[in-house]
């Protein structure tokens, strides 16, 4: 079992630009769940998605959207990036009660 | 608002049981008490959840009180790998997490 992937690794974007973060979940899983952590700060849920819709949203603007596939498989979207967007992405999956994490994208935004 | 109170940091001998304590005196009757933890540039790793009986399984145990406004993880025999960042979260069963600054555990050799 391959457990959450997360692509890319590393990336450098300028401020105003998008991007795009994949995430594969678990197998097995069927619920994908996206968090922001900032350097020295604890994960910041951003939303979580289920069935392909969005089921439920963290205190995070619109410039972060997101869309899950019909294989589980998540990507999130972030729009007219800033400098604080910098940060870690984390992508975690569940099918019940404990989520579980890929090893996240680093972003850095110039 | 954080649901949870943690000790910032602890130390604990290799070896020897490390008990992290959490306060959750607001928790809800539908909400579980979940412990997570993240060893430094890793993602969280779940480590085990419950409602309001005591629960353990390979990796620690969770005491939860009767009253379920506090409870207890504890790691029997700590190793130099347990040192990392633990945070106890309080959740309903399908809600997204929501990570506090949890505690900085340090195991000593």
């Known amino acids: 079992d391959a457990g959450v992937t997360q692509s890319p690794t590393h990336l450098i974007k300028t401020r105003g630009q998008q991007v795009t973060l994949r995430c594969s979940p678990k197998?097995?899983?069927?619920?994908v769940s996206w968090y922001q952590q900032a350097l020295g700060q604890g994960p910041q849920f951003i939303f979580q998605y289920y069935e392909e819709e969005e089921r439920q949203r963290g205190n995070f603007p619109d410039r972060f959207s997101g869309h899950q596939f019909p294989n589980y498989s998540s990507e999130l979207n972030v729009n007219a990036l800033l400098l604080g967007d910098s940060a870690l992405y984390l992508c975690?999956?569940?099918?019940?009660?404990?989520?579980?994490f890929g090893p996240g994208t680093r972003l850095t935004v110039t | 608002d954080a649901k949870t109170t943690q000790p910032p940091s602890m130390d604990c001998a290799e070896g020897r049981a490390a008990n992290l304590p959490c306060n959750h005196s607001t928790i809800s009757g539908n909400e579980y008490v979940y412990w997570y933890r993240q060893i430094h540039s890793q993602g969280p790793q779940y480590i085990i959840h419950g409602l309001k009986n005591n629960e353990t399984n390979e990796m620690a145990s969770l005491i939860i009180t009767e009253d379920r406004k506090s409870s207890t993880l504890i790691l029997p025999h700590a190793t130099l790998r347990d040192t990392a960042v633990y945070y106890c979260i309080v959740k309903g069963r399908a809600d997204g997490l929501t990570f506090g600054k949890g505690t900085h555990l340090i195991i000593q050799p």
């Open positions: 197998s097995g899983h069927d619920t």
């Open positions: 975690a999956s569940s099918r019940s009660y404990e989520q579980y």
